[in-house]
């Protein structure tokens, strides 16, 4: 069975900050979000993971 994940991703005072994923991360536009790399920006990241080689996400961007 799956196992899933929420996280609050929080940029720092400084930003910047970027994610990176591997081939096992799949999103539902087919491509992988940009994270938004303001200086206090919030943004969550929820996955399912299925198996070894296949995680199912999601970014909500502008959380506040």
């Known amino acids: 069975s799956a196992t899933s994940f929420t996280l609050?991703?929080?940029q720092d005072s400084t930003g910047g900050?970027?994610?990176s994923y591997n081939s096992a991360w799949?999103?539902?536009?087919?491509?992988?979000?940009?994270?938004?790399t303001s200086a206090g920006a919030q943004s969550i990241l929820v996955?399912?993971?299925?198996?070894a080689t296949?995680?199912?996400?999601?970014?909500?961007?502008?959380f506040k």
Do not use: E, N
């Open 26 to 36: 799949q999103f539902v536009s087919g491509s992988a979000p940009t994270m938004d």
């Open 54 to 62: 296949t995680i199912d996400a999601v970014m909500i961007h502008d």
């Open 8 to 10: 609050k991703l929080t």
């Open 47 to 51: 996955y399912s993971v299925r198996s």
């Open 17 to 19: 900050r970027t994610l």
